[in-house]
């Protein structure tokens, strides 16, 4: 009777480890899962904006006169970069240089 409960034992032993190496249950070979890097998380979101509005500007070397006004947009998210330059965008002759950019720290 002992015999026969050892070999019960052995097959129950071999059905788990056999039921471990089942592809769904295993491990993969390369170990854990490897994680995709996150983003940066850290910097500013950049845009350009400019239109056209002569002006002098007094300087060292004399009187120059410029034809565009530029504006810079500078936000710690996406969607702030993207409202301040849709507002920009949406007056008259108001041009998009730059759209909105991450760049890190």
């Avoid at 026969?4 to 056999?18: M, T």
């Avoid at 936000?75 to 909105?100: D, I, K, R, W």
Wanted: charged content about 10%; some cysteine; proline content about 7%.
């Amino acid at each position: 009777m002992n015999v026969s409960k050892a070999k019960l034992g052995g097959l129950l032993f071999g059905f788990v480890l056999s039921l471990a190496a089942l592809p769904s249950l295993a491990a993969s070979s390369g170990g854990a899962t490897p994680v995709p890097s996150d983003p940066a998380r850290f910097g500013e979101w950049k845009a350009s904006v400019r239109w056209l509005q002569p002006h002098r500007v007094d300087g060292p070397g004399g009187s120059m006169v410029y034809s565009w006004t530029y504006a810079h947009i500078t936000a710690l998210s996406q969607s702030e970069c993207e409202t301040q330059l849709y507002g920009y965008a949406s007056q008259l002759n108001v041009q998009v240089v730059n759209y909105c950019a991450f760049y890190p720290y």
